[in-house]
């Protein structure tokens, strides 16, 4: 099961499977929000895998660092497979001019805050990048921090899963678009990919060409 989030579009199809001998049987699906939807609006989302059990995951974006929001435990008791963070998971990109410091954002985020470090340590996720992981408001592939910010995540983020095959070298500057598979028993794989909208943004293009 693919499944593509692309908060531009305004689609839902499905309907498409193959077969890899790597990874057995994957069913694609695409998926992306209605007008004025977020992912967070759907609270989880289940997938249906026919016979198997199905996968259960949710979506969400936009936490302070220091947030003890319920939300967390929210979203936690939902007992869900799989989490993807969609972007803002600190808003610490205005005020970090180091590199370092931006390091030191995961850091508050993953070992100094004990309501997120423990929900990031439960479950596996992903994440990609929106405007206050790299700066302030609407940052994009043109802030003077666009480098820092991407080089921190490079070295920070372990659990983000195999970088686009189009990607030949990881650099600063590097977009963060990723695809995955995850096992859903049975032999099927559920497969995310999923969309960098920021780093490669320059006012007349949002994705770049490779991506």
Not at 29 to 47: E, F, P
Not at 48 to 61: E, I
Not at 110 to 132: C, E, G, L, T, V
């Amino acid at each position: 099961m693919g499944i593509i989030f692309n908060l531009e579009q305004i689609s839902l199809a499905g309907g498409c499977s193959s077969f890899s001998e790597e990874h057995g049987e994957i069913i694609t699906l695409a998926y992306s929000l209605k007008a004025n939807q977020t992912l967070a609006d759907r609270g989880s989302i289940d997938v249906k895998l026919g016979a198997s059990k199905g996968f259960r995951f949710a979506a969400s974006s936009c936490a302070q660092t220091g947030s003890q929001s319920l939300v967390f435990d929210s979203i936690a008791k939902k007992n869900i497979q799989h989490f993807v963070q969609l972007g803002d998971i600190h808003y610490g990109g205005s005020k970090r001019l180091r590199n370092d410091d931006y390091e030191y954002a995961y850091y508050e985020i993953f070992r100094k805050n004990p309501q997120q470090s423990q929900f990031y340590r439960a479950h596996s996720f992903s994440y990609i990048f929106d405007d206050h992981d790299i700066g302030e408001n609407n940052a994009d592939g043109r802030s003077r921090t666009i480098s820092k910010a991407t080089g921190a995540y490079q070295t920070m983020i372990r659990a983000t899963p195999e970088r686009s095959e189009l990607l030949d070298e990881v650099k600063p500057g590097t977009p963060a678009y990723h695809s995955y598979l995850t096992p859903v028993g049975d032999g099927k794989f559920l497969k995310f990919i999923v969309f960098d909208v920021r780093t490669l943004k320059n006012g007349t293009q949002n994705y770049g060409g490779e991506q």
